[in-house]
């Protein structure tokens, strides 16, 4: 099995090929409405994109506030450590650009996956989209509160 690769990019160079991978992901296979999937966000977030071979199997984007989402990789693509990869790239680059705290909702059926990467979840869960979601932070190392980088 070949390597994954993750590449940074921006919505600007990539959109096409980004809301490709979160079409087939959050629209086609969650039930995500079409016209909420594209926000405003996009075009001030960085964004990653993971490659196996020459084939784009997962995204995410991180905010300028530290806010990781729209982590999508394609279903055939699962469970070989593609999401681990992109969520280590998110959290590089908000170390990177020294946000003041990694913090994300997550589906709960996602929970487990993020709390290994020492996300903690908190709150009552809501709904987005229609599928149930959680906050979850990265505690920070000095001081223990909910989502600082220390």
Known sequence: MANVSI????FAVDAELIYSLRKTVFIDEQGVPADIEIDEFDP???????????????????????????????????????????????MQLGR??????????AQCQAISFYEQAGFVASGPVYDDAGIDHRHMALPSATDGSDGGLG
């Open 7 to 10: 590449r940074t990019t921006s």
């Open 44 to 90: 001030v977030c960085q964004h990653v994109l993971a490659w196996r071979d020459d084939v784009a199997v997962g995204t995410g984007r991180i905010a300028p506030d530290g806010r990781i989402g729209r982590m999508a990789v394609i279903a055939e693509y699962r469970g070989q450590g593609i999401g681990r990869a992109i969520l280590a790239a998110l």
């Open 96 to 105: 990177d650009t020294s946000v003041d705290r990694l913090y994300l909702s």
